[in-house]
């Protein structure tokens, strides 16, 4: 761990000089207590840094949660092996891709069964939070179930014992988004108000006591509510295709389910704070977490070792080194082939920008972590999915 100034650590080997200078930025927030926790994948974020821990008292800034509000991992240990799954693979990876949308603004062409309980769910929490989420997204239940871009990813994977297990990434969908740039909106008008001059704009915030705050805090817990069913809705899609390739059910040994874009008050040096993890996620003692590399690279399940400094947290994976854009003008096809060799994956262009190259090396992150995690398994992917 580094103190790079009083109110800001790092645990991260690797870190960009613009990416420091936006985490001093966000620092430097007077309403910050104690100080930024930096994570081991930190990289350059929209206001506050993607991979920081942002504890403050009496105030919120929408943009240090993120716009993918909720988004997280979940993990499911089943009872087969390696040795058990079909030598080929690719019927099992179609059946994933035919059983969830994939790509951003993907929807299902209707609610399924299992979702109709969770939706259900989800509008009796909304109802008493005493918000439409119509009014951020009109068809927000038939996103419940679906994978969306970019980072995120559906896996079958081995682990040291080669024990398989699946595994997922995603969040609020597009839901989510519109509720948090609306939310990131209302803070910014907040500060023209206010006349409040900000060193980035994007760090607007919303206090404590307003009721654009109070609106903000419940719009925000049902989206994070919102992505953690996403997740299990995905998942239990993902056990059922497995189950039908295994002509066996899925016995589910462990499940695991965290978020790393999300807002909750805890009790930090005997003050109640609002801690913010933006790319990160909670790792109190015993705790258990995911975090998972790039595609094509190790993915770990982590037991927390409640670190203080930290706010009790840890990464939420290997953090981007090249930008999309960057990342396309840099590498080729070809390159991303050679890097997925052994893995069935649909084999595409489309995912240029996601090659483990664009990002931090996982084994660096994981070795910056050890101070706030516990490595439990280590996994390695036989079958990736994800949308273009």
């Given at each position: 761990?580094?103190?790079?100034?009083?109110?800001?650590?790092?645990?991260?080997?690797?870190?960009e000089?613009?990416?420091?200078?936006?985490?001093?930025?966000?620092a430097?927030?007077?309403?910050v207590f104690?100080?930024?926790?930096l994570?081991p994948?930190?990289?350059?974020?929209?206001g506050?840094?993607?991979?920081?821990?942002?504890?403050?008292l009496?105030?919120?800034?929408?943009?240090?949660?993120?716009?993918?509000?909720?988004?997280?991992?979940?993990?499911?240990r089943?009872?087969?092996?390696?040795a058990?799954?079909?030598?080929?693979?690719?019927p099992?990876?179609?059946?994933i891709?035919?059983?969830?949308?994939?790509?951003?603004?993907?929807?299902?062409?209707k609610?399924?069964?299992?979702?109709?309980?969770?939706?259900?769910?989800?509008?009796t929490?909304?109802?008493?939070a005493?918000?439409?989420?119509?009014?951020?997204?009109k068809?927000?239940?038939?996103q419940?179930?679906?994978?969306?871009?970019?980072?995120?990813?559906?896996?079958?994977?081995?682990?040291?014992?080669?024990?398989?297990?699946?595994f997922l990434?995603?969040?609020?969908?597009?839901?989510?988004?519109?509720?948090?740039q609306?939310?990131?909106?209302?803070?910014?008008?907040?500060?023209t108000?206010?006349?409040?001059?900000?060193?980035?704009?994007?760090l607007?915030y919303?206090?404590?006591?307003?009721?654009?705050?109070?609106?903000y805090?419940?719009e925000?817990?049902w989206?994070?509510?919102?992505?953690?069913?996403?997740?299990?809705?995905?998942?239990?899609?993902?056990?059922?295709?497995?189950?039908?390739?295994?002509g066996?059910?899925?016995?589910?040994?462990e499940?695991?389910?965290c978020?790393h874009?999300?807002?909750?008050r805890?009790?930090?040096?005997?003050?109640s704070?609002?801690?913010?993890?933006?790319?990160?996620?909670?790792?109190?003692?015993?705790?258990?977490?995911?975090?998972?590399?790039?595609?094509?690279?190790?993915?770990?399940?982590?037991?927390?070792?409640g670190?203080?400094?930290?706010?009790?947290?840890?990464?939420?994976?290997?953090?981007?080194?090249?930008?999309?854009s960057?990342a396309?003008?840099?590498f080729?096809?070809?390159?991303?082939?050679?890097a997925?060799?052994g893995?069935?994956?649909?084999?595409?262009?489309a995912?240029l920008?996601?090659?483990?190259?664009?990002?931090k090396?996982i084994?660096?992150?994981?070795?910056d972590a050890?101070?706030?995690v516990?490595?439990?398994?280590?996994?390695?992917?036989?079958?990736?999915?994800?949308?273009?």
């Amino acid at each position: 761990m580094q103190k790079i100034t009083g109110r800001l650590l790092s645990w991260a080997s690797l870190l960009e000089e613009n990416t420091e200078q936006q985490a001093r930025t966000t620092a430097a927030m007077p309403f910050v207590f104690p100080h930024v926790a930096l994570m081991p994948d930190a990289h350059l974020g929209l206001g506050a840094t993607v991979g920081s821990v942002i504890p403050t008292l009496g105030a919120v800034m929408p943009a240090a949660v993120g716009v993918d509000i909720g988004c997280g991992m979940i993990a499911v240990r089943t009872q087969f092996t390696r040795a058990e799954l079909p030598e080929d693979l690719q019927p099992l990876r179609e059946q994933i891709e035919r059983a969830i949308p994939l790509s951003a603004g993907a929807t299902n062409r209707k609610v399924v069964a299992t979702a109709a309980p969770r939706i259900a769910e989800l509008e009796t929490m909304a109802e008493a939070a005493g918000f439409d989420p119509a009014g951020a997204l009109k068809g927000w239940r038939n996103q419940l179930g679906t994978l969306g871009s970019g980072n995120h990813f559906i896996e079958v994977s081995v682990d040291e014992e080669d024990r398989v297990w699946l595994f997922l990434h995603s969040g609020s969908r597009g839901v989510g988004n519109k509720i948090a740039q609306r939310h990131i909106a209302v803070a910014k008008a907040a500060m023209t108000t206010w006349w409040i001059e900000l060193a980035d704009p994007d760090l607007a915030y919303l206090v404590e006591g307003t009721p654009e705050f109070d609106r903000y805090i419940a719009e925000l817990r049902w989206a994070q509510h919102f992505a953690l069913l996403n997740r299990e809705e995905m998942m239990d899609r993902v056990v059922r295709q497995l189950s039908e390739v295994m002509g066996q059910p899925v016995d589910e040994r462990e499940r695991i389910n965290c978020h790393h874009n999300f807002t909750q008050r805890e009790e930090h040096w005997g003050k109640s704070v609002w801690v913010s993890r933006k790319g990160a996620i909670q790792a109190r003692k015993g705790q258990l977490g995911l975090i998972p590399g790039s595609m094509g690279t190790a993915s770990y399940v982590v037991e927390g070792r409640g670190n203080k400094p930290s706010l009790e947290s840890s990464p939420h994976g290997a953090g981007r080194m090249y930008s999309r854009s960057a990342a396309r003008r840099t590498f080729t096809h070809e390159q991303l082939r050679a890097a997925m060799v052994g893995i069935e994956y649909r084999d595409t262009d489309a995912f240029l920008d996601e090659i483990p190259a664009a990002y931090k090396p996982i084994d660096q992150v994981m070795e910056d972590a050890r101070d706030l995690v516990t490595i439990r398994h280590t996994l390695r992917q036989v079958v990736n999915v994800k949308g273009d």
